[in-house]
């Protein structure tokens, strides 16, 4: 049997709870509860947003479609982490991009008053909660940085010197496969590819499987 409170554990809103605080949490809160299957969309870019979700298994993404129909990965989320905070506060109450669950995922949802209620009984939610949206602002001018380059070089560039500043290696781990990264920069996985394998002749990186090693990081500056 699927153990919500024990989900609930490694959620970001809940650091620091102990046992009785997400007792007390699960008695007290009116939450919902739902599931989905994989590829199913959980919410579509423009739809009024009233909830956010707090992942409890599963994954799932954050996507964009561009006018020409081109999908871009904007984010993939797994259990802990959590969906719609930062834009349910706003004045556009609107989903800004569509979320779908790559796999079988469950989520709880909390409404607005219901998370309002809860920030001001638990001061430790909403010191949770501020740090949350507080990292996702950081998070997004980050990728912003690589998602204006003006070329596959310079996204790419972007991303690596982000990773390594992240990771603290020159030998950066690509959680992503070459496709979804090339939907998360916005271009086509041969184009990619073959910059990356231009990258690799130059003697500017060194490719091995989903590890790709700076061998120079001067001349990744250069090309921001």
């Known amino acids: 049997m699927f153990d919500v409170k024990n989900a609930l554990m490694v959620n970001k809103l ?10 007390d949490f699960l008695v007290c809160a009116h939450y919902q509860i739902k599931v989905y299957s994989a590829g199913e969309v959980i919410a579509l870019e423009g739809e009024p947003i009233t909830k956010i979700g707090l992942i409890l298994n599963g994954k799932v993404e954050i996507q964009k479609i561009s006018p020409s129909g081109k999908k871009i990965i904007i984010d993939q989320l797994t259990a802990g ?3 719609g905070e930062a834009i349910i506060f706003t004045n556009r109450n609107t989903y800004p991009s569509t979320v779908m669950a790559n796999y079988g ?18 001061k430790k939610f909403l010191s949770n909660l501020l740090q949350l949206l507080s990292e996702k602002i950081l ?15 310079q996204k790419i560039c972007l991303y690596l010197l982000e990773q390594y500043q992240r990771q603290k290696t020159f030998h950066i781990k690509i959680n992503n ?4 990264l090339a939907e998360r920069f916005g271009v086509t996985r041969p184009s990619l590819s073959r910059e990356l394998h231009r990258m690799k002749r130059e003697g500017i990186i060194y490719l091995n ?13 250069q090309n921001l």
Not at 209 to 221: A, C, P, Q
């Open 177 to 180: 496969n070459r496709e979804k």
């Open 105 to 122: 995922t469950k989520i709880m949802f909390l409404d607005k008053d219901n998370i309002m209620k809860i920030c001001f009984q638990n």
């Open 209 to 221: 499987k989903n590890i790709v090693s700076i061998n120079n990081l001067s001349l990744i500056e």
């Open 139 to 153: 998070t997004l001018n980050d990728r912003l940085r690589f998602l204006t380059g003006k070329t596959i070089r």
């Open 81 to 83: 982490d959590v969906f």
């Open 14 to 23: 809940f650091q620091d709870f102990n046992n009785k605080e997400i007792t």
